[in-house]
């Protein structure tokens, strides 16, 4: 079965140009992640959906950040405009979600390597 | 907010020697994970935590958390080089949500 997709795996960019990552999740999880890692700040929780519905973007770091979800197994992380200390690894992961407290494994993608110049 | 804080943020053993990482929250969990990402890569589960004072073990891994659910160890006996990588505790933000929030890490490095 496979796991977590995503793309781009690597991306360098220059600064001020759109950057969309993309991300397909494990057939019959029910929530997504995006997550951001960087040495400086670890790994930042950006946005989580659930069910296609967006329930805590609290980590998004601003406005030049959206993500949607359009359906239940592909998301997108859309920066706009990139600038070089949105360099970072953007790893999506997929979980299935049974119910508050259940405690949920996270899967994650390999990761988009996002470099901006 | 709800943090995860984890010690020490980088260890370095020869092969053969132990090897602990501590992970303490601010708040009561309902749950507490462990993950590892090898050098390049990404977070692999390796195990959850659910009742209060539970010990697991995976071979040379033996996970536990406290009896107050506020803080969990990973220790591995006799390190070896495949174990290097970065070991992550996390845990639900805010009680029982299905957010994680991840510790910093501790990086292992082993000298073989």
């Known amino acids: 079965d496979a796991g977590v997709i995503q793309s781009p795996r690597h991306e360098v960019t220059e600064m001020g140009q759109e950057v969309t990552l993309r991300c397909k999740l494990i057939?019959?999880?029910?929530?997504l992640f995006w997550y951001r890692q960087t040495m400086m700040r670890g790994l930042e929780l950006l946005i989580y959906?659930?069910?296609?519905?967006?329930?805590?973007d609290s980590g998004m770091p601003e406005d030049r950040f959206s993500a949607k979800m359009p359906n239940a197994s592909f998301s997108t992380l859309k920066i706009q405009p990139s600038e070089p200390r949105d360099s970072a690894v953007y790893f999506c992961?997929?979980?299935?979600?049974?119910?508050?407290?259940?405690?949920?494994?996270?899967?994650f993608g390999e990761g988009s390597w996002l470099t901006v110049v | 907010g709800q943090q995860v804080m984890q010690i020490p943020q980088y260890q370095h053993v020869q092969e053969g020697e132990d090897f602990t990482t501590y992970c303490n929250s601010s708040?009561?969990?309902?749950?507490i994970q462990w993950y590892k990402q090898r050098p390049g890569g990404h977070p692999v589960f390796l195990i959850q935590?659910?009742?209060?004072?539970e010990v697991k073990k995976q071979k040379r891994l033996t996970f536990q958390f406290g009896e107050a659910k506020k803080n969990s160890s990973l220790h591995i006996t006799a390190t070896q080089t495949t174990d290097v990588g970065t070991y992550f505790c996390?845990?639900?933000?805010?009680?029982?949500?299905?957010?994680?929030?991840f510790g910093k890490g501790t990086k292992l490095t082993v000298n073989p």
């Open positions: 992961a997929s979980s299935l979600v049974m119910g508050v407290g259940s405690g949920n494994t996270i899967y």
């Open positions: 996390a845990g639900p933000r805010g009680g029982g949500s299905e957010k994680l929030v």
């Open positions: 959906f659930n069910n296609n519905v967006p329930i805590d």
């Open positions: 057939s019959g999880h029910n929530s």
């Open positions: 935590l659910v009742k209060s004072g």
């Open positions: 708040t009561t969990l309902s749950n």
